[in-house]
Nanobody, 125 residues
């Protein structure tokens, strides 16, 4: 059984930084063609944040986080990371890691079969 587990959430001040990690069990991260991060803010629908291909050469970001967030993957360590900087109040959300076995970079939630349980990120002064 494949499981994705997120870690690293917490509380940060506006302008601060936080790092998230996603670790896969039951299947190596390297076996997922595409890995992504999504988030769901209170009272809002879940939205795409960032995605990265197996080769890690084509990261793609939502406009709202471009230039502030960095997605990376380490297939040897079996992790996907999301480094968040210049955090804003609007970044407060539950962040989810998602994996896709089929080729193709996509920001559509329905294209991802594997999901983590989520980790809370709260940005507050």
């Amino acid at each position: 059984q494949v499981q994705l587990v997120e870690s690293g959430g917490g509380l940060a001040q506006p302008g601060g930084s936080l790092g998230l990690s996603c670790t896969a069990s039951g299947r190596a991260v390297g076996k997922f063609f595409t890995m992504s991060w999504f988030r769901q803010a209170p009272g809002k629908e879940r939205e795409f944040v960032a995605t990265i291909s197996w080769s890690a050469t084509t990261p793609f970001y939502a406009d709202s986080v471009k230039g502030r967030f960095t997605i990376s993957r380490n297939n040897a360590k079996n992790t996907i990371d999301l480094q968040m900087s210049s955090l804003q109040l609007e970044d407060t959300a539950v962040y989810y890691c998602a994996g896709r076995l089929n080729p193709g970079i996509t920001s559509e939630q329905s294209d991802y079969a594997y999901w983590g349980q989520g980790t809370q990120v709260t940005v507050s002064s």
